[in-house]
T-cell receptor
Framework: GENVEQHPSTLSVQEGDSAVIKCTYS??????FPWYKQELGKRPQLIIDIRSNVGEKKDQRIAVTLNKTAKHFSLHITETQPEDSAVYFCAASGRGGYQKVTFGTGTKLQVIP | KAGVTQTPRYLIKTRGQQVTLSCSPI?????VSWYQQTPGQGLQFLFEYFSETQRNKGNFPGRFSGRQFSNSRSEMNVSTLELGDSALYLC?????????????FGPGTRLTVT
């Protein structure tokens, strides 16, 4: 089955700096890579996603890149703010239209004011 | 549209008991997935239902089961509860966007087994 590895497990940055979280996946047939943000005590929320036919996607201060050859994808957050502090999960979907999402182990991001 | 709802939000059970959790997906979503979230294991996939059929299953023992009704509402059941079943149980409903499913989570049910 699919295996998703996520690094780092914790990340501390100064407010205004950039943060990068990296994930690798094992199943070359995976075609959908979402990122979720989970604040303390709340549900995971989809913040951005990328499909295998796209190399990069941006949404304001966040961006995701995908390297299909190397089977890795990354989340980039620029100009970090204290409200960006949360746990971030990457994920990869199974092949075709079937819904089986495998999550990474999460990155706890702390933005220091 | 209303979001994904889960009931109950909190539950305390004793070892050996059984429990049923409920999930109502976003209107129009036919796929419902269940996850177990624990501090040590992260988000672990339990199973996914689509149009009342279990389409995918994770690596959990048979004590964990689920079903989906014709209105897409889903339930999961855990029998013979163990202390290690204490976790946040999240359900997520999905819709097909292009060639992939976008998934939206409910608030979760916090289960404590004593």
């Amino acid at each position: 089955g699919e295996n998703v590895e996520q690094h780092p497990s914790t990340l501390s940055v100064q407010e205004g700096d950039s943060a990068v979280i990296k994930c690798t996946y094992s199943d070359s047939a995976s075609n959908y890579f979402p990122w979720y943000k989970q604040e303390l005590g709340k549900r995971p929320q989809l913040i951005i996603d990328i499909r295998s036919n796209v190399g990069e996607k941006k949404d304001q201060r966040i961006a995701v890149t995908l390297n299909k050859t190397a089977k890795h994808f990354s989340l980039h957050i620029t100009e970090t703010q204290p409200e960006d502090s949360a746990v971030y999960f990457c994920a990869a979907s199974g092949r075709g239209g079937y819904q089986k999402v495998t999550f990474g182990t999460g990155t706890k991001l702390q933005v220091i004011p | 549209k209303a979001g994904v709802t889960q009931t109950p939000r909190y539950l305390i059970k004793t070892r050996g008991q059984q429990v049923t959790l409920s999930c109502s997906p976003i209107s129009g979503h036919r796929s419902v997935s269940w996850y177990q979230q624990t501090p040590g294991q992260g988000l672990q996939f339990l199973f996914e239902y689509f149009s009342e059929t279990q389409r995918n299953k994770g690596n959990f023992p048979g004590r964990f089961s689920g079903r989906q009704f014709s209105n897409s509402r889903s339930e999961m059941n855990v029998s013979t509860l163990e202390l290690g079943d204490s976790a946040l149980y999240l359900c997520a409903s999905s819709s097909l966007v292009g060639a992939a499913y976008e998934q939206y989570f409910g608030p979760g049910t916090r289960l404590t087994v004593t």
